[in-house]
């Protein structure tokens, strides 16, 4: 599903490398948990994933697909197999819930009919039944990022990235939106997070690759946050 | 790509950004206006031209005691001359009939002719090519019986000049209020486009093209485009109802400067339409190019 091969990345000649010889595999439908300090390249990660960067040295493979010769014109055809959930939600402020939703739908030229059929749908799925008249700022932190969810979501993505999902959010609700993700993983979607959220880590026991300046210094099947034994 | 959506995007834009937009608006508005004005003047000038040039013909004035014999030596010489296609003789009577005509409307001008003897006898001479006016003038004008040579589009050159005075004036101020409606228009997009950047990052993330994140932006030019071009095209409407129609009735009565039709008036606004919708469309284009970068 995803493949770094020997993957480098530095922004800036001089500087140090953001991501240093990553290699990692990850299977289709995998629920994987990105950790490390601040820095440790984690949002370089996912930035490859959506080839909003390209690799320095190395390739990085999704869906068969080797994301540094995709063709500029493909790219928007490929982030349309691909969810985002981010820390501060990124939701439309003058657009209701149903509308921050289709919006996903819309600009992909979904026809009418289809985001008519898709919107409730996945409304429900993430438990804004109701609520689909809301403007976000009516709406709880939790909420919200179940409107991200939603819209990420709607377009059925193989692949979901989620970048502190729970970052803004208290433990209670976190869990919430975590049991979510787990849904959406349970459907077949792949889900990759970035997280320094050590109970979550550790309640949900599922994969973790830690980085560490730009290292993979980590990769473990049901593990934790801290350094397992 | 549904056209509701797109619609609403670019509402939402115009509304947002509308000080910009009504901006863009007055500036395609008035440039596109002068435009409009120096391309009807244009046309007038040619009326003229045509009118002057082929219709009216230099006349060779005869003096009061030219003989018989130097009349007919000189219609001889005139109908021989490669020069010349139709040589055509006014006697005094046909002259003061013509006079007549001619200012029909000005009794007082006509009242003061008294007799036939006022007007002289000439030669209307129409020319094949009416720049070789000078040619005419020194093989003709020191024959014997010749008074003078008179060339009407000499008398004309004044108005020629005011016209083409006129049309320069109105295409440099067109030029630079062109140049001033292209970047009202490019900051407007930029503005547009900053000021939706959430958005635009919203949309790249979720998969939009670069045509359909940049088509709201293309048509909210365009939109302003055409608007600023249907307001040039009214304003020309008004120009020439009020001002031409109006304030320059009798100023065209006089029948030396023709006037512009309306049919012109009509015929220029497909261009100043085309032009507005191209010029802000394709400036909007690029503009997005730059700032709404995938």
């Not at chain 2, 200012?103 to 000439?122: H, M, R, W």
């Not at chain 2, 094949?128 to 010749?146: A, H, L, M």
């Not at chain 2, 320069?168 to 547009?192: H, P």
Request: aromatic share 8%; proline share 4%.
């Amino acid at each position: 599903m995803i493949r770094f091969d020997r993957v480098s990345k530095s922004y800036n000649v001089q500087h140090r490398l953001a991501l240093d010889d990553v290699s990692v595999n990850l299977e289709a439908g995998e629920f994987v948990f990105l950790i490390g300090a601040s820095g440790s390249g984690k949002s370089t990660f996912l930035r490859l994933l959506l080839r909003e960067e390209r690799p320095t040295s190395g390739t990085v493979h999704v869906a068969g697909k080797d994301l540094g010769r995709l063709a500029q014109w493909k790219v928007p055809a490929f982030r349309r197999q691909i969810g985002c959930v981010f820390q501060d939600f990124r939701l439309l402020p003058n657009k209701t819930v149903a509308e921050n939703v289709a919006f996903a739908l819309d600009v992909t030229g979904a026809s009418r009919h289809k985001v008519a059929a898709v919107v409730p749908e996945v409304c429900q799925l993430v438990g804004l039944k109701g609520k689909e008249n809301r403007l976000p700022d009516e709406l709880s932190g939790g909420e919200q990022q179940r409107v991200a969810i939603a819209r990420a979501f709607a377009n059925k993505p193989m692949l979901l990235l989620a970048d502190e999902p729970t970052g803004n959010l208290d433990p209670q609700t976190s869990i919430g939106i975590m049991k979510l993700l787990d849904r959406i993983n349970r459907t077949g979607t792949t889900v990759v997070m970035a997280t320094h959220d050590a109970a979550i880590v550790d309640t949900m026991r599922r994969r973790v690759v830690e980085l560490a300046g730009g290292k993979v210094v980590r990769d473990q099947n049901r593990g934790v946050y801290g350094y397992a034994q | 790509m549904r056209p509701r959506f797109v619609l609403q995007e670019i509402v939402t834009g115009l509304r947002r950004n509308l000080t910009m937009t009504v901006a863009v608006i007055v500036t395609v508005m008035i440039s596109l206006t002068l435009l409009g004005a120096s391309m009807l003047t244009t046309r007038i000038a040619d009326r003229m031209h045509e009118r002057y040039f082929n219709e009216l013909s230099v006349a060779i004035y005869l003096k009061q005691d030219v003989t018989a014999t130097q009349k007919a030596t000189l219609q001889t010489e005139l109908q021989a001359d490669p020069e010349v296609e139709k040589t055509l003789y006014v006697s005094r009577d046909e002259a003061l009939a013509r006079f007549k005509k001619e200012f029909a409307d000005q009794s007082d001008l006509v009242n003061s002719i008294t007799g036939p003897d006022v007007l002289p006898e000439s030669f209307q001479v129409k020319l094949k090519d009416p720049r070789n006016f000078e040619d005419i003038s020194s093989k003709y004008g020191q024959q014997p019986g010749v008074d003078q040579v008179y060339d009407p589009q000499r008398a004309l050159k004044p108005l020629f000049d005011l016209l083409d005075g006129v049309k320069t004036v109105a295409r440099i101020v067109a030029i630079v209020a062109g140049a001033a409606a292209l970047l009202t228009t490019f900051n407007t997009i930029r503005l547009a486009a900053f000021s939706r950047r959430r958005e635009i990052g919203i949309m790249r993330l979720v998969g939009a093209g670069n045509f359909t994140i940049q088509l709201p932006f293309v048509l909210e030019g365009v939109i302003a485009g055409l608007l600023g071009a249907g307001a040039a095209v009214g304003l020309l409407a008004l120009f020439k109802t009020w001002v031409l129609n109006g304030t320059l009735k009798s100023f065209f009565a006089a029948g030396v400067v023709p006037n512009a039709t309306w049919g012109e008036v009509w015929g220029v606004t497909p261009w100043l339409v085309v032009l507005g919708v191209a010029v802000a469309g394709a400036a909007s284009y690029l503009t997005s190019l730059v700032y709404v970068r995938v």
